[in-house]
T-cell receptor
Framework: QQPVQSPQAVILREGEDAVINCSSS?????VHWYRQKHGEAPVFLMI?????EQKGHEKISASFNEKKQQSSLYLTASQLSYSGTYFC???????????FGQGTRLTINP | KAGVTQTPRYLIKTRGQQVTLSCSPI?????VSWYQQTPGQGLQFLFE???????NKGNFPGRFSGRQFSNSRSEMNVSTLELGDSALYLC??????????????FGPGTRLTVL
């Protein structure tokens, strides 16, 4: 039931764009995105709910394809502060557990 | 507003001992969830408490237990510690609806080392 994230790691130069994907084999109720910097706690980025509702920070862009049970997080014009590990968490329809993927490590170089 | 606080920040125990970790949520948050984070298994959901009741539970053995008090503060207890319990234990709080529909605010975590 653990969602699969891709890529596992990505290295960018400042200003470049990145897309992080999250897919599930089960019908989802919601997808949650968090970023964790080394030695720090995860920080909320966005929730995407079945039906199209989104809750999150204005500067973050993400999509949720309910037919494919896939979500993508879009990081445009990346900044050094975007570096960290990005986790997607999914809640399956009818379930109450939030299951996180293994994470995508993003490194932004100047 | 003060963030989520966790105590202690670091803990070293030996196999067979038990440990209690504490979490104070953001004021007004009634949902508290616990997670275990390890390099191998990643972030894993332990349980969620709401209004002093366990609302959801992950796939962990009964050695892992928790409780929540009337002021929403929560404790997590691990009995008969095993080497594999070494991990960062994170607590997160959210508004009343819980984590299904609301963002979670994570605490800094308690780093538990079992020798």
């Amino acid at each position: 039931q653990q969602p699969v994230q891709s890529p596992q790691a990505v290295i960018l130069r400042e200003g470049e764009d990145a897309v992080i994907n999250c897919s599930s084999s089960k019908a989802l109720y919601s997808v949650h995105w968090y970023r964790q910097k080394h030695g720090e706690a995860p920080v909320f980025l966005m929730i995407l709910l079945k039906g199209g509702e989104q809750k999150g920070h204005e500067k973050i862009s993400a999509s949720f394809n309910e037919k494919k049970q896939q979500s993508s997080l879009y990081l445009t014009a990346s900044q050094l502060s975007y570096s960290g590990t990005y986790f997607c968490g999914t809640i399956i329809q009818g379930a109450q557990k939030l299951v996180f993927g293994q994470g995508t490590r993003l490194t932004i170089n100047p | 507003k003060a963030g989520v606080t966790q105590t202690p920040r670091y803990l070293i125990k030996t196999r067979g001992q038990q440990v209690t970790l504490s979490c104070s949520p953001i004021s007004g948050h009634r949902s508290v969830s616990w997670y275990q984070q390890t390099p191998g298994q990643g972030l894993q959901f332990l349980f969620e408490y709401f209004s002093e009741t366990q609302r959801n539970k992950g796939n962990f053995p009964g050695r892992f237990s928790g409780r929540q008090f009337s002021n929403s503060r929560s404790e997590m207890n691990v009995s008969t510690l095993e080497l594999g319990d070494s991990a960062l234990y994170l607590c997160a709080s959210s508004l009343g609806g819980g984590f299904r529909d609301n963002e979670q605010f994570f605490g800094p975590g308690t780093r538990l080392t079992v020798l």
